[in-house]
Nanobody
Framework: QVHLVESGGGLVQAGGSLRLSCAATGNVFKVNDMHWYRQSPGKERDLVASSARDGSTTYADSIKGRFTISRDNAKNTLYLQMNSLKPEDTAVYYC??????????????WGQGTQVTVSS
């Protein structure tokens, strides 16, 4: 059994910062690509940023220059440093990861989500 445990959400004023964490726990053999998504009420879940195991990263245009994705492979943990937050960044943020449970099998897992609220 694999779980993605998220933390770090909360309420912050516009212009402030938050750091999200996502730890893969349980029967983890290897974690490959990891992603942050977000979903606002009434909207689809959108990809925010991605991190490959080799360290390469990609970002949605809406958060470029403000958010930084990073990871610690030794801890199977993904981070999202969010700076210069705007009210439109308010959403539930979800972690997604491609996790190998052994040499032959891998699955996609989702975290439970963490609420980020940015007040104006």
């Amino acid at each position: 059994q694999v779980h993605l445990v998220e933390s770090g959400g909360g309420l912050v004023q516009a212009g402030g910062s938050l750091r999200l964490s996502c730890a893969a726990t349980g029967n983890v053999f290897k974690v490959n690509d990891m992603h942050w998504y977000r979903q606002s009420p009434g909207k689809e879940r959108d990809l925010v940023a991605s991190s490959a195991r080799d360290g390469s990263t990609t970002y949605a245009d809406s958060i470029k220059g403000r958010f930084t994705i990073s990871r610690d492979n030794a801890k199977n943990t993904l981070y999202l440093q969010m700076n210069s937050l705007k009210p439109e960044d308010t959403a539930v943020y979800y972690c997604n990861a491609d996790v190998r449970v052994n040499r032959n099998y891998g699955f996609s897992y989702w975290g439970q989500g963490t609420q980020v609220t940015v007040s104006s």
